[in-house]
């Protein structure tokens, strides 16, 4: 497995071996000693999730204020342009963000850890979106930042219009009203 640091050090790409030929591929998904050795810690998953959207979908910015949630995401199926914002309030990279794409083609995956607020937004026609998380969905401690805070001034890729964001996304506060981690 290859490992790439980002601008937010924590955050980092994930470019796992793939063995291909002309019968498919076959790639190890995820190895805990390997991914532990990564991000220099143990870190234990207790829940995988799966959505598949369509293009133009944009899912995010999410966290958990309290059971902050560690996140391993890749695209299985299509495209999609994957953000991690640092909203922890002593980082040296508070309010930054790291932008990456995530496809089926390059099975990049990107670790979110504790403390940022995650997104993604659809590129190809549609996307199967996986995830692991390092704790349980907590709809009480559920926050979304509004994805086109201009103080944030995220450079999202063009999809021919504006995004489709459920009523939770498009009702999301701004990052100097966000509830945020210390």
């Known amino acids: 497995m290859k490992i790439t640091p980002t601008s937010i050090p924590d955050v980092l790409i994930?470019?796992?071996?793939?063995?291909?030929?002309?019968?498919g591929f076959f790639m190890e998904s995820f190895n805990q000693k390997a991914f532990d050795d990564?991000?220099?810690?143990h870190v234990e998953f207790v829940q995988d999730n799966h959505s598949r959207s369509v293009k133009g979908?944009?899912?995010g910015l999410h966290y958990?204020?309290?059971?902050?949630?560690g996140k391993?995401?890749?695209a299985a199926r299509g495209a999609v342009f994957d953000v991690a914002v640092d909203i922890r309030k002593s980082s040296k990279t508070f309010g930054r963000w790291v932008g990456v794409e995530l496809n089926e083609e390059n099975q990049k995956q990107l670790w979110v850890p504790?403390?940022?607020?995650?997104?993604?937004?659809?590129?190809?026609?549609?996307?199967?979106?996986?995830?692991?998380?390092?704790?349980?969905?907590?709809p009480a401690h559920e926050r979304a930042i509004a994805w086109n805070d201009p103080d944030l001034a995220i450079q999202w890729p063009d999809v021919g219009g504006a995004p489709q964001l459920s009523a939770k996304d498009a009702a999301a506060v701004s990052l100097k009203a966000a509830d945020l981690f210390d």
Do not use: C
Not at 14 to 23: C, L, N
Not at 38 to 41: D, E, Y
Not at 64 to 69: D, L, M, W
């Open 38 to 41: 990564a991000v220099g810690n």
């Open 114 to 138: 504790p403390g940022l607020a995650h997104a993604f937004l659809v590129l190809s026609e549609s996307a199967d979106f996986l995830y692991k998380t390092t704790s349980y969905y907590a």
């Open 72 to 74: 391993l995401v890749r």
């Open 14 to 23: 994930i470019e796992p071996k793939v063995f291909g030929d002309a019968r």
């Open 64 to 69: 958990q204020i309290r059971q902050p949630q």
């Open 57 to 59: 979908v944009l899912r």
